[in-house]
């Protein structure tokens, strides 16, 4: 039976996402995203195409890399300005019922008590379908905004998240029981002290001593994303990640990656299923080949390549404006996103390269076509680059979105390649069908009461 696609709608609280300039296009509206009759009328168009979630991007810095500056940055809005993700939730929860979330929040920018109680409270709202996009950060900028010098050490900051994790763990899954909440009104108990118990944690970066404030939520621990595919990003991943997000600029190196995160998965005692993963795409589909490339060269007219390569310099670390348009260039081992520093590399990019990849003003590898065409080379993805679904880039917003959901979700559903109606249960019972907790060979699961868990009175 062939493997059904899973798709995420990327998107961030922002103007200008990944596919930079299309902001300027006369029916992009994304200028309305302070709105919330924006967000929520996208959340219900996507679940009407039975999209597995919206995937919320953030950055807590500014790219201000690319000429040493953060000129171009305002004022082509290369995510900037940039509004919190989490507070857009509940409003679109409250007009969907299959639809989930995934919202990056920097670890390193949160005291891990009080987001795990936001991370719950989210999970109650949504009734279970909550999942959190883990990120160590990459720029100096917002290292710098939060008072320190610089940004920290790559694999540094890997260490400091997965003690941050673990004290997560230990507040969502060993804090309460779940048979803590009794709401008995006759007796006046609404939860018994014996069953819900302190955590202690004394780490290398962090300290608790505390009850977590939240009763346990459908899925108690949400649904952990993570996009890092550096050697430390993959050990990472393969300890905690349920869901990957990789950025491969073709098949072939989509299963390379791949396969070495379900290696790793294995690796640390999971099954080889126990990670989805997720390639960014964007894609340009119009009713036949003719419009479709009409479409795109519209487009073409409104997207800025350059506001493209500024945000490739501040993921790179690297300000490619000090560069010729066929000089060759060094590309050092940086502290920054060491897959994009490795592909441009390997690759042996100039900025006149990168430049011709970013026509559309983004990185991601571009559909452009008619339904049936879109469909094959989403088919292609799946089988040759072993991956399960797609994060969909927005180009003009929101009608890259309605387009594929008039387009090309009826042709996938044809072939047997995408659902027709949602499952059953919460977001993570809908991507595993395994019910609504971590499983029992997660490592979070050890830090229930009756697992290994640490740090627990």
């Not at 993700?85 to 008590?113: C, D, I, Q, R």
């Not at 940004?151 to 004290?167: I, M, N, Q, S």
């Not at 491969?248 to 126990?274: F, K, L, N, Y």
Request: contains cysteine.
């Amino acid at each position: 039976m062939p493997k059904e696609i899973l798709l995420n709608a990327f998107n961030m609280n922002c103007v200008g996402h990944i596919n930079h300039g299309l902001w300027t296009h006369p029916r992009d509206q994304s200028d309305r995203y302070h709105r919330l009759d924006y967000w929520t009328s996208m959340a219900a168009t996507l679940e009407r195409g039975l999209f597995d979630g919206l995937f919320l991007a953030d950055i807590v810095g500014v790219y201000d890399v690319y000429q040493q500056s953060v000129d171009l940055a305002l004022r082509e809005s290369i995510q900037l300005p940039v509004n919190d993700p989490l507070m857009l939730v509940s409003a679109m929860a409250a007009v969907t019922k299959g639809l989930g979330f995934g919202v990056t929040v920097n670890v390193h920018a949160e005291e891990p008590y009080i987001f795990a109680r936001r991370l719950s409270t989210l999970d109650h709202l949504t009734d279970g379908r909550i999942g959190w996009n883990i990120v160590t950060g990459y720029l100096d900028s917002a290292a710098r905004a939060v008072g320190q010098s610089a940004l920290g050490e790559h694999d540094t900051r890997y260490d400091r998240a997965d003690e941050c994790l673990d004290l997560l763990y230990a507040l969502w899954e060993g804090s309460w029981d779940d048979d803590a909440v009794l709401g008995n009104r006759k007796a006046r108990v609404y939860a018994d002290p014996a069953r819900v118990r302190k955590i202690r944690h004394e780490g290398t970066y962090y300290r608790a001593d505390a009850y977590h404030l939240s009763e346990p939520s459908c899925q108690r621990t949400p649904v952990l994303y993570q996009a890092g595919t550096s050697g430390r990003g993959r050990k990472f991943a393969s300890r905690h990640a349920e869901c990957v997000f990789i950025s491969s600029p073709d098949t072939t190196v989509a299963r390379a990656a791949s396969r070495a995160i379900r290696e790793g998965a294995v690796g640390e005692g999971r099954r080889v299923d126990d990670v989805r993963i997720f390639a960014g795409i964007t894609v340009v589909v119009d009713r036949t080949q003719r419009a479709a490339s009409e479409k795109y060269e519209d487009y073409l007219r409104y997207a800025s390549p350059e506001a493209g390569l500024a945000h490739f310099s501040a993921g790179t670390g690297m300000d490619f404006s000090q560069y010729e348009l066929d000089e060759p260039i060094t590309y050092g081992k940086g502290n920054f996103v060491q897959t994009s520093v490795d592909l441009a590399r390997e690759r042996g990019w100039t900025k006149r390269s990168i430049l011709s990849d970013m026509a559309l003003g983004g990185r991601y590898p571009l559909i452009v076509g008619d339904p049936n065409q879109v469909a094959d080379a989403l088919e292609a993805w799946i089988d040759e680059g072993e991956v399960d679904g797609f994060n969909l880039a927005r180009t003009v917003a929101p009608e890259s979105y309605e387009d594929f959901i008039d387009l090309v979700v009826p042709v996938l559903q044809e072939r047997g390649r995408y659902k027709t109606a949602y499952g059953e249960g919460s977001l993570r019972n809908r991507l595993f069908g395994e019910g609504n907790r971590l499983p029992a060979r997660h490592h979070g699961a050890g830090f229930r009461p009756n697992g290994t868990a640490r740090d627990v009175e």
